[in-house]
């Protein structure tokens, strides 16, 4: 029998068209086997789910499971991962599960878990559908739904890796697919070349081989993900003790090929910016318009232009997150000498330059840096110029041989992406202009004053370590408060006043 991945097989195919269409709400085993969710969509797959499993529940009209059924409604109404988590605890909780789905619905929580960027749960799904692929293998099937469990698996230790690193992975539903499916190719390629270049086993029929045939077709809609960059080939004069210790202290990344980020569903990313930044629609268009059709994620260097205040050092922070890249913040401020570019070995102060830095602590060739404010970097020549060292690392040629002089060896820099704020252009010099896509960010205007009040009151609750499901909204007379004296602009001065209202509302509150 050919092993048919499940996207060719009819009968999927039929049911696949009803999920998308919203007639058909997969289960927890087609799920496995690669079907999308209802209507394509997390959030609308976890409602449909826990509305019907709460219908079920509640007809059971059976004592314990009040609290299922109280979750349940609650993840209906706000798809959230701590409320697939509450569902699972009140799960474990049933003393009497007869008659209900329990482990369909431990293993579809664990889905969803994934969907939201959970390793653990990412691996466990993995491991379920390695499960299915080794009833299937012995009957000459299988081999696709291997190959899915292997990309599950790696995409369980990319999460792992990024959480480590210190990179946010929230809102990851619209590319988690994407990425798992890269993966999957990936294996089926190998595989695929593995069995056709083994000689064909005594008894293997022409089916046997329908597999590797289909595998070794290209994919119309996933390429296979890169092999990555070596960035550091070599550590310069290692006889030297200093050497030696350069050396040791490089020497994981030696010649190591650096994973690139793949190009996340840039539908699902501008959607999402747009939302947070309605005023910069057009900055979200033009940046991702510079990423179409590229398979990993690298920018031009681009410089956000903007008054102070206006979101533009937070935008180049959301962006870096919505594209799933790492990401480093420096502020130039303090920066006045040509330290960015590295200082010799032969220093007490000696390290390697910055971008090598950010490639060595998120184990990443593409990171994003971010600089903030770069107008106020110091123009002094003594010791050197930030702005002639960032003229080599924007150059594609020279950063693809960038000589790091604590190194003291060439590193292929070429893939890290650069992103800057500005308040003005006049102290920076046009040599770095020229390099560089400039993007006027927009102020927010005063039409925006309702969406803008709601987020800040929300992340400060959030800062003060409350729910900000727990925040009363803010009221009609309050936002005409805030109309009279914020007419748009700075969203700092914003901040400070809805602060302010916060305050008055938690005096009035302890006065009642």
Same mark, same amino acid.
């Given at each position: 029998m050919t092993d048919k991945p499940p996207s060719l097989d009819r009968h999927f195919q039929r049911r696949q068209k009803a999920a998308i269409a919203g007639l058909h709400l997969p289960t927890a085993e087609e799920l496995l086997r690669g079907m999308t969710l209802f209507r394509?969509?997390?959030?609308?797959d976890i409602r449909e789910y826990s509305s019907r499993l709460?219908?079920?529940?509640?007809?059971r009209k059976r004592t314990g499971l009040e609290l299922l059924a109280a979750c349940l409604d609650e993840l209906s109404v706000e798809p959230s991962e701590d409320g697939v988590l509450a569902v699972e605890a009140a799960l474990d909780l049933i003393v009497d599960a007869q008659g209900l789905p329990i482990d369909e619905c431990?293993?579809?929580?664990?889905?969803?878990?994934?969907?939201?960027?959970?390793g653990q749960a990412t691996a466990l799904i993995a491991g379920e559908i390695a499960h299915l692929a080794s009833g299937e293998l012995g009957r000459g099937r299988g081999h696709a739904l291997l190959s899915r469990s292997l990309g599950w698996a790696m995409q369980a230790r990319e999460l792992d890796r990024r959480l480590r690193a210190g990179v946010s992975v929230q809102r990851y539903a619209d590319w988690f697919e994407p990425e798992v499916r890269a993966y999957e190719v990936h294996f089926r390629n190998a595989i695929a070349a593995s069995t056709v270049d083994e000689p064909e086993p005594q008894g293997s029929?022409?089916?046997?081989l329908a597999f590797a045939t289909w595998a070794k077709e290209p994919s119309e809609n996933f390429e296979r993900p890169s092999d990555g960059v070596v960035v550091i080939?070599?550590?310069?004069?290692? =006889?030297? *003790?200093?050497?030696?210790? &350069?050396?040791?202290?490089?020497a994981k990344f030696k010649q190591r090929p650096l994973p690139l980020h793949t190009m996340?569903?840039?539908?699902?990313?501008?959607?999402?910016?747009?939302?947070?930044?309605?005023? =910069?629609? *057009?900055?979200?268009?033009? &940046?991702?318009?510079?990423?179409?059709?590229?398979?990993t994620v690298h920018m031009r260097p681009i410089i956000l232009l903007g008054s102070p205040g206006g979101g533009k050092t937070r935008f180049a922070r959301r962006l870096s997150e919505e594209l799933g890249t790492p990401y480093n913040l420096i502020s130039c401020g303090g920066l006045s000498d040509s330290s960015i570019g590295g200082t010799a070995r032969r220093w007490s102060s000696g390290e390697p330059s910055l971008p090598v830095m950010v490639v060595r602590l998120h184990e990443c060739a593409g990171p994003v840096v971010i600089l903030d404010e770069i107008e106020k970097i110091g123009t002094s020549r003594h010791n050197g110029n930030v702005h002639d060292v960032l003229i080599g690392l924007f150059e594609p040629e020279t950063s693809r041989r960038w000589h790091d002089p604590y190194l003291q060896a060439h590193c292929d820099l070429s893939n890290v992406s650069w992103l800057m704020t500005a308040n003005s252009m006049e102290p920076i010099p046009k040599a770095l202009l020229d390099r560089c896509r400039i993007l006027r960010f927009p102020d927010p205007g005063a039409d925006q004053l309702p969406l803008f009040a709601t987020r800040i009151l929300e992340r400060q609750y959030i800062d003060a370590g409350h729910d900000p499901r727990w925040a009363t909204p803010l009221e009609g007379f309050e936002l005409d408060a805030l109309a009279n004296v914020w007419r748009g602009g700075s969203l700092r001065r914003l901040e400070r006043l809805v602060e302010g209202l916060r305050e008055a509302r938690e005096r009035a509150r302890r006065q009642q």
């Open positions: 394509e969509d997390l959030a609308e709460s219908g079920r529940v509640k007809k431990l293993l579809r929580c664990r889905f969803y878990r994934a969907y939201f960027g959970n029929s022409s089916d046997d080939s070599g550590i310069g004069n290692e =006889a030297t *003790a200093e050497g030696k210790r &350069v050396a040791k202290e490089f996340p569903e840039l539908a699902g990313v501008r959607s999402r910016l747009v939302a947070e930044f309605p005023h =910069a629609v *057009a900055v979200v268009d033009k &940046v991702l318009e510079g990423l179409s059709g590229r398979r």
